[in-house]
């Protein structure tokens, strides 16, 4: 199988590759993309668990189109990837700036359909940022994309009686919090209204 080969985002979005910009579709060369996602799951998510790994690694080596990984949460993981590790290779900085754009053009067509992808790449796109005006406006921006969103869905709602799965449930409540606690970092760093 080709490496570079679009197998990833959800059956769903398949007919929604007409709307998407090619850019947005490329794939980086695979050994990248393991590096990238190696160190925000060891440097990244242990601290802030946005993503559960063992679904996503799971998803990220299938093979079958019906349970891969969406194509927008990948992008913002290798985001924050590259961001990490620009400090160590100066030519990861410029793939932080593709990885976002190609994220940004994600959600600008709409791609995923699962709002939840939504919030988690929300919040990993703060990590988009080299300047303290960059931090300030875009984590706010994000952040705030990622509340509404959250919101929009009733993640502040109480559900322990829902119908959904127990893994879901954790997922939600999991979410919820580390949106939370975003939310009051930036407001209290940088003086900005809470998002909720």
């Known amino acids: 199988m080709n490496q570079n080969q679009l197998h990833f985002g959800s059956q769903h979005s398949l007919p929604r590759l007409s709307s998407a910009p090619s850019e947005a579709l490329k794939l980086p060369d695979k050994s990248l ?5 190696q160190v925000y799951f060891s440097r990244i998510n242990p601290g802030w668990p946005i ?4 679904d996503f690694m799971e998803r990220y080596k299938s093979t079958d189109p019906r349970k ?8 913002s993981i290798l985001l924050v990837g ?16 593709c990885f976002f754009r190609r994220a940004k053009m994600l ?4 791609f995923e359909d699962d709002r939840k992808v939504y919030i988690q790449a929300a919040l990993l796109m703060t990590w988009n940022c080299d300047h303290l005006e960059d931090i300030v406006s875009n ?13 929009g869905l009733g993640m502040h709602r109480d559900i322990s009686q829902s ?16 949106l939370f606690q ?12 809470q998002a909720m």
């Open 107 to 110: 959600i600008d067509v709409q």
């Open 33 to 37: 993309a393991d590096e990238l996602i």
């Open 51 to 54: 993503v559960d790994e063992e």
């Open 182 to 193: 975003f939310d009051i970092l930036v407001s209290v760093a940088h003086g900005r209204p």
């Open 82 to 97: 590259a961001h990490v590790s620009a400090s160590r290779h100066e030519d990861y900085k410029s793939l932080k700036a």
């Open 68 to 75: 891969s990984v969406p194509l927008l949460l990948l992008n």
């Open 139 to 151: 984590s706010w921006y994000w952040i705030g994309f990622a509340a509404r969103t959250a919101l």
């Open 163 to 178: 119908r959904m799965s127990a893994v879901t449930k954790r997922e939600w409540i999991r979410l919820w919090w580390v």
